[in-house]
Structure formats: C-alpha cells, structure tokens
C-alpha cells in the first residue's frame, strides 16, 4: 500500500461505498489522511449502565438487544426504540421523528449512547440520544476515550472511515511525507510536525491532541493562501499600468456637482486611489463600503480621473438590474460636465449607448457590433456591463482602470481576463463589495490587495428601525406596511425560496416561497395594493419590467428572494419585511436591510423567523442591535462556526482553514511569515516544498 494507490486496490469495497468515496472526493490512501473530522465524541465521562442517575448527561457503551418503530396513539408520530445492555444493565433509547434510526442500529450492534438520563416506569431512558456505531474493541476500552467523527455521507460511515484510516497508518506509515511549513515555522509558533499532526488529529489520545493538530492544519492553510496572494501581487507589481493624472481643481468641479458631501471616508478611499494612480505598477484596490456609504461616488471619482487622461474604464457588475442601474448613475453624473462622457451598456440583453446624437439627454439602444468599434476605437471611455464584458469580442483601445462590482461573486479566472487585455500595460483594479469581510478573512482571501474602508454613511441618512416579530405580531406589521404605503411609499417583502417546496415536505419545512407568497399577500393580505414578483429564475426583460415597475410606482409591493440584496436603489421604499430569517447570514440580512433607508424618509425592517432556537434568538438579537454590517461579519464569523460565514465553502477555504478566521493572531502571524519568505526568497528556492505545493494547490476562488 502506498498513499498515492486507490481505494480500489487495498479495500474491498461495496458499490454503495465507491460510490459514497467519490461523493466526498476520496481516491487514495492521501487523500483520506486530510480528510479531517469535524468533530469528536468525548466518552470520559462515561458510565455503566448500574451507576446511572436521573439528571446525568453521559456515555454509554453496550449491545442493542431489542430494536423497533411504532408510533404514538394519538399523534401517530413515528418512534425508534432500542434496548442497550451492558454487563450491569439495560437501557431504553427512544427517538422522536426519526424510524429510520430503528433500521440503522440492528440487534447485536455495539452501540455508544450519549444524552440525559432521565427515569420512567420502565427505568432508566434517554431521549434523542446522539449515537455511534462501534467496534467490541473500543466498546471494551476503558477510560477516556475520543472517537473522531467525520463528514460522512450514503455508505461512508465516521465508523469505516476510522477503520481505513487506522489500517493507512499501519500498513504505510507517514515517513513518505514531507513537511511543507519550514522547521523555523513549526519552531517559532510551536506546531507539531506533519506526521505528529495527522496521529493527533485521527487518533487523539487526548483533546490537546486534537487542538494541536487543527492549529497547525488551520495556521497552513492560511499560510498558504497569503504565499498564493503574496506571490500574485509581486508579479503584477513587476507589470506596468498606465499613467493616470488628474488636477485637484478637476477633481473638486467634479465634488462640486454631487448632490452631498463626501464623507471622510470617501474622500480617504479616493485620495489613496489617486496615489495608486501615481505609481509604476498597477493598482489592486479592494474597497469595502457599508450598505449606503457611497462606493458609486468612489467609483464614479476613479473613473473620472482615468477619463481626465483620456484613457477606457470597465465596469463590471454581477447582474444585469445591477449593470443597468450603474449605467443610470453614472449618466448622472458624468452628463453633468462641460462635455457629457460616453458611457456604453453591454449585457447579454442587448447595449445601450449615451449621450445619443438622437436624443441627446436619454441613452438608445444600439448594435453590439457598432458599441465593440466604438469601444476598440476608444470612443466610448467608459464601458459598463456584466459577464459579458469578458467575452473576447470586446477590445478597448488603452483600458487603464478595471471596476468590478461584488467581486467575491465573480471567478479569479474572470477577473483575470477584465484585468489583461492583451496590451504591454494592463489596467489599474478596483473591487468593490458591499459585503461587510472579517478583518481576518480581508488579510487572508484578499491578501493581494490594499484594503480601502467606508465605515461611515452620508450625512442625513437615517438609522433603519429593526424588529424581530413574533407569529402573534404578523398583523400589526401588515398594519405598518399598509400605513407605509397609504402615505405612498413602497415595501419588499423577501422569502427565501422561489417555488413551494414538494407536497409532501410543505408541513416539515413551512417556508415561504415567493410565487405562493405573492399571491397570498394580494388575495387575503393587500387586496387594495398592487404586488409584483423578482427572482432568479426570471428571464431578464421580466426582471427588468417588474424593477422598473417598482421604481415607478406602479408596483406597491415587491415580493423577491435575496436578488435584491445587493445594489438595487428604490429610494420610495420605506420597509422591508424578512421571511425566515435563520435562513440568511447575519451579513446578507445587512445587505437585504439596506435595500430601505435610501431615501429621505424614516425606514423600517422587520425580520420573522421559523425557529425559536437560543442560536436563533441570539443571531437575530445581534441583528436588530448591530451598529454595522462589519460589527455583524465579525459576529457571524464567531457564532455560526467553521464554514458557515455567508455560506462560508464559498471562499475555497476547508473547515479547519475557517476556524483560523476566528484567531486574528494567527491570521496576522501567518501572513507576517509569509512575508518575509516572498521579500527573501519570492521565486522559493530555498523552499522547495513550498513551490511544489503552490503549484500543485486547490485555487481560491470567490463564486
């Protein structure tokens, strides 16, 4: 056996569990040695069944004797029922909701039971105990005891996954591996070995043993990830951009025709562009913006200043509503100038063009065609668009400043392609996000990039009113919006789903839906209004026809998914009301609040919530008091757990990795190693191992 041979050829396996290995993206011996537990079952405190009391919340280890489903008398709920006996007496289990339990756990299984004991007439039980398939030998261990528990799916149990771990131990051993952190490394932050790691993290004898093995695999994964930034940002330092210049008084006569004041913030955020500008290698800018701080304005300013040196802007946006709402603003903007900037619109549902010699003051469609020799001949300076900005069709003249929009939502393989036309020079790079980023995750995933914040809101803007509702305080929110509305505002109303889900799952799963939803509130709720639908699975001209319903007021209501949550400005509407709020991050509830308060007008949020869970109650707290978006990132990131964080896989960053997002310490010891190996040694060749790995590495991506 070695750790690069398959599955195939050291274990007899079932179809059912080829097919499970390669679900989890197993194939050989290596790749289950880092396939990591997500957690572990303690059992020192385990007991025999004789020395039980009512009250304890134990362990215990026995022989399933008996095992049945029935159901209630009244409720008819289904139950499992097993009978566990040790070598001093036997134990009832019993499982509410769940028959399938009954049909796992056979007689003669041996069996570790965790949860409260409780009493009955028939003795001791316990109710909705965890549970665990295991061997005779580790069922006659005595002592502490630390099972590892995996990720597990259809035919892989965390029980066979420990058996073909244990025999990849013994048959091959870990001399074969080399370590990829240097020994100064492991050293200086007191990380066990390579080899260490992997015992402790599969076979802990003890909990610190576990402890230390995830801090070393967390503190390498982020150490990596920074090297990977580290070393992409020297290479495009070594590139040439094109040289932006712009007057101060250019850039006021511009600030003088905002319709407000630039915040601090702002104006920080362009003077550190404006020096970006001044460099010899191109810019790479992420700028985070609370929801409503101004990041257009920003946006706007760069792109101005690249217009001032007569050079091309790109500006990417994830979706079409979004594409052509920037389009509109930045008509706003520039069509105020001495003489109005060409703007162009390039989507998947066609391009738009402004100013138009045909109507001077209104953009017109035009071909794709004639806007791409427009845009090749640099007659149009400021392109703006969606993915469809990438397609090789489009060439600028002399693109110097790429904006992308949301970026975390595109691909680093797209933003590639925006960012190097094929010239001797390639663009200055400005993303933007309106999703508030984890200092650590910021230093980690966007370590290629200098950090631009706009912590603060323009002056006049309002605080938005957050309540969490209860069931009984549905008709007094309705009442709210009515009375909102009456006074001639507007409302959202945001479900999580877009379709009901199958028949037979409505009762388990009770979420609204907006098709079913926006029929509801127009039959029984809002009869008098007019309600209109938004989400993803609608062609593009019906997003735009029921968007520019709402803007114009022809819609009262507008019932969407989290389509909305990014960048869409109605500033009429006054009150947004969340449906099933567990079901977002504490991050996009931000992000879907700040579609209200956008106007002049006192707004409202109101957020219902399907589960009275603590965790529940605790996240929605959190919410309504939140002082910001980047107060509530860095709650989520504590409280919902590795891997969570706005869906938190998304970032290409495992488990482990994500659990080092909670330790700015070591996010910043990781990235301050990593640094000083780039400044020594930027093409690694002292380091052999690390090349190697950088090379052969999993891509970090954003989608």
């Known amino acids: 056996m070695t750790l690069n041979s398959p599955f195939e050829e050291n274990f007899r396996l079932t179809e059912r569990q080829k097919d499970g290995l390669a679900k989890l993206g197993l194939k050989t011996s290596r790749d289950l040695l880092f396939y990591f537990p997500s957690r572990y079952e303690h059992f020192s405190e385990r007991k025999n069944i004789i020395d039980l009391a009512e009250?304890?919340?134990?362990?215990?280890?026995?022989?399933?004797?008996?095992?049945?489903?029935?159901?209630?008398?009244?409720?008819?709920?289904?139950?499992?029922?097993?009978?566990?006996?040790?070598?001093?007496?036997?134990?009832?289990?019993?499982?509410?909701?769940?028959?399938?339990?009954?049909?796992?756990?056979?007689?003669?299984?041996?069996?570790?039971?965790?949860?409260?004991?409780?009493?009955?007439?028939?003795?001791?039980?316990?109710?909705?105990?965890?549970?665990?398939?295991?061997?005779?030998?580790?069922?006659?261990?005595?002592?502490?005891?630390?099972?590892?528990?995996?990720?597990?799916?259809?035919?892989?149990?965390?029980?066979?996954?420990?058996?073909?771990?244990?025999?990849?131990?013994?048959?091959?051993?870990?001399?074969?591996?080399?370590?990829?952190?240097?020994?100064?490394?492991?050293?200086?932050?007191?990380?066990?070995s390579l080899a260490s790691s992997l015992i402790y993290i599969h076979k802990p004898q003890k909990e610190s043993d576990a402890q230390a093995a995830r801090k070393r695999f967390a503190f390498e994964e982020i150490f990596f990830i920074q090297l990977a930034r580290l070393k992409q940002r020297a290479e495009v330092e070594k590139k040439h951009s094109y040289a932006v210049k712009c007057a101060p008084e250019e850039l006021e006569n511009l600030f003088s025709l905002f319709p407000f004041?630039?915040?601090?913030?702002?104006?920080?955020?362009?003077?550190?562009?404006?020096?970006?500008?001044?460099?010899?290698?191109?810019?790479?800018?992420?700028?985070?913006?609370?929801?409503?701080?101004?990041?257009?304005a920003v946006a706007v300013a760069a792109s101005f200043m690249v217009l001032n040196s007569g050079l091309q802007t790109a500006y990417m946006a994830p979706t079409e509503i979004l594409a052509e709402q920037h389009f509109k603003s930045f008509i706003g903007y520039f069509s105020q100038l001495r003489r109005p900037a060409k703007i162009g619109l390039i989507t998947s549902s066609g391009c738009k063009k402004f100013p138009s010699k045909v109507n001077v003051g209104q953009p017109t469609p035009i071909s794709k065609s004639q806007l791409l020799k427009w845009v090749e001949n640099g007659e149009i300076p400021i392109l703006i668009g969606t993915h469809s900005l990438i397609q090789e069709s489009v060439r600028f003249k002399n693109l110097a400043l790429a904006i992308i929009d949301e970026q975390h939502r595109f691909g680093t393989g797209q933003r590639a392609l925006l960012a190097s036309q094929k010239s001797d020079k390639i663009p200055h790079l400005l993303s933007m996000t309106a999703t508030p980023i984890p200092r650590t995750l910021a230093l980690t995933a966007y370590g290629d990039l200098d950090l631009s914040l706009l912590d603060e809101l323009p002056q006049g803007r309002k605080k938005i009113i957050t309540r969490a509702i209860s069931p009984s305080g549905r008709d007094s929110a309705y009442e709210e919006i009515r009375?909102?509305?009456?006074?001639?505002?507007?409302?959202?109303?945001?479900?999580?789903?877009?379709?009901?889900?199958?028949?037979?799952?409505?009762?388990?799963?009770?979420?609204k839906a907006v098709k079913e939803e926006a029929k509801r509130l127009?039959?029984?709720?809002?009869?008098?209004?007019?309600?209109?639908?938004?989400?993803?699975?609608?062609?593009?001209?019906?997003?735009?026809?029921?968007?520019?319903?709402?803007?114009?007021?022809?819609?009262?209501?507008?019932?969407?998914?989290?389509?909305?949550?990014?960048?869409?400005?109605?500033p009429n509407a006054t009150i947004i009301l969340i449906e099933g709020a567990e079901r977002f991050g504490l991050s996009q509830l931000h992000q879907l609040r700040g579609r209200v308060g956008r106007g002049e007008h006192q707004s409202y949020c109101y957020v219902f919530a399907e589960s009275k869970s603590q965790k529940t109650m605790e996240r929605l707290k959190a919410f309504v008091e939140g002082k910001n978006g980047f107060e509530l990132a860095e709650y989520d990131l504590q409280l919902r757990g590795a891997g969570e964080l706005g869906g938190g896989k998304q970032w290409g960053i495992s488990d482990v990795g994500m659990e080092a997002l909670r330790n700015i310490k070591m996010v910043e010891a990781a990235r301050e190693e990593s640094q000083k190996i780039i400044k020594d040694d930027p093409e690694f060749k002292k380091y052999p191992l690390i090349a190697e790995r950088l090379k052969n590495g999993k891509k970090i991506h954003f989608e």
């Not at 590892?148 to 771990?165: D, K, M, N, Q």
């Not at 915040?263 to 929801?291: W, Y």
């Not at 409302?491 to 999580?496: E, G, K, L, N, S």
């Not at 209501?557 to 389509?563: N, Q, R």
């Open 522 to 570: 127009k039959k029984e709720i809002f009869p008098e209004f007019e309600v209109g639908m938004l989400h993803g699975k609608m062609l593009p001209k019906e997003k735009e026809e029921a968007l520019s319903d709402f803007k114009k007021g022809k819609t009262n209501i507008l019932v969407a998914t989290s389509v909305v949550e990014v960048g869409i400005d109605i």
């Open 261 to 296: 004041q630039l915040t601090n913030s702002q104006e920080n955020s362009i003077r550190a562009i404006a020096e970006d500008f001044q460099k010899n290698h191109p810019m790479s800018r992420l700028l985070e913006g609370d929801v409503g701080s101004g990041k257009t």
């Open 55 to 192: 009250g304890d919340k134990t362990t215990v280890f026995g022989e399933v004797l008996e095992a049945e489903t029935s159901k209630t008398w009244r409720k008819k709920m289904a139950i499992s029922e097993i009978t566990v006996g040790d070598n001093t007496g036997l134990l009832n289990a019993v499982w509410f909701r769940q028959p399938y339990v009954a049909k796992m756990l056979k007689i003669g299984d041996k069996v570790a039971l965790t949860g409260k004991i409780s009493i009955g007439k028939s003795g001791f039980y316990v109710s909705n105990p965890s549970f665990e398939k295991i061997s005779s030998y580790e069922a006659l261990g005595e002592g502490s005891m630390i099972l590892p528990i995996y990720p597990e799916t259809v035919g892989i149990t965390s029980r066979w996954l420990r058996f073909a771990v244990d025999r990849i131990l013994k048959k091959v051993g870990l001399t074969e591996l080399q370590d990829p952190l240097p020994e100064k490394v492991l050293a200086k932050y007191h990380l066990p």
């Open 483 to 511: 009375k909102e509305i009456s006074a001639g505002r507007q409302a959202f109303v945001i479900c999580p789903r877009i379709d009901e889900p199958d028949e037979e799952k409505i009762n388990a799963l009770n979420v």
